[in-house]
């Protein structure tokens, strides 16, 4: 029968030496520089801004990105925006036109003083100016063709004047507009009350006062004025 073999009370080997309760135990040296753990600590950053910077600002609902500039290219398009350049205005050339015809008209009366009076006579191979001069030495204030005659040059200077006053506007201005329709309502008259009491001819001259005054209607009244801000 085999025998029971004692491994408690055996004594320990001599290579073995057991480890007291206050023994150090050596711990093996690093082959390398050990790296500790890094610690994060949160930093508030501030970006870079100047006063003439906007502000960044976006809702929660809808955000957009606006676009990154540099300084430079910042302060450049800041001087544009600040100091627009100036558009220079060009005259009107609509204005120009009617101020030219309404000098026609006025050169109509005073030129057939001297020059083919039977060709551009208003009435009855008269000048203009004749007849207006000659009204003013004996008035006659129930003539209505007189009077129309009359105010056909006074509403040309008017036309020509306010013509000269809007020629750096678009179009033509609106006293312009009116005087010049004065101006063939006046015309108009002077030619249908010849024709009408039939006892007076109507000359070239007549007839190319009132198409000119037409032409000048036409030409304020079309134009394309420039709209208002």
């Not at 007291?20 to 790296?35: E, F, L, M, S, Y």
């Not at 890094?38 to 809702?59: G, H, K, N, R």
């Not at 000098?103 to 005073?110: A, K, S």
Request: aromatic share 10%; with cysteine; net charge negative.
């Amino acid at each position: 029968m085999a025998k029971k073999r004692d491994y408690v009370n055996q004594p320990a080997p001599e290579d073995v030496k057991p480890a007291g309760p206050q023994q150090n135990v050596p711990v093996a040296a690093p082959t390398k520089v050990v790296q500790l753990t890094p610690i994060v600590q949160p930093i508030a950053f501030v970006p870079y801004s100047t006063q003439e910077q906007p502000l960044f600002m976006y809702d929660d609902e809808e955000y957009v990105e606006e676009p990154v500039y540099d300084d430079d290219e910042y302060e450049d398009d800041y001087v544009e925006a600040a100091a627009p350049v100036a558009r220079k205005r060009k005259a009107s050339a609509a204005a120009i036109i009617v101020a030219i015809l309404s000098l026609v008209v006025i050169g109509i009366y005073v030129i057939a003083k001297w020059v083919a009076a039977e060709y551009i006579g208003l009435i009855d191979s008269t000048a203009g100016l004749d007849i207006i001069l000659n009204f003013f030495e004996a008035p006659e204030w129930t003539d209505i063709a007189t009077l129309s005659i009359l105010l056909v040059p006074v509403f040309a200077i008017l036309t020509f004047i306010g013509a000269l006053i809007g020629v750096m506007r678009k179009g033509v201005c609106l006293f312009a507009k009116i005087t010049s329709a004065f101006a063939l309502i006046s015309a108009l008259v002077a030619i249908l009350m010849p024709v009408i009491e039939g006892e007076s001819s109507v000359g070239y001259g007549l007839y190319a006062v009132a198409a000119i005054c037409l032409i000048n209607v036409l030409i304020s009244w079309l134009a394309a004025n420039e709209a208002k801000k």
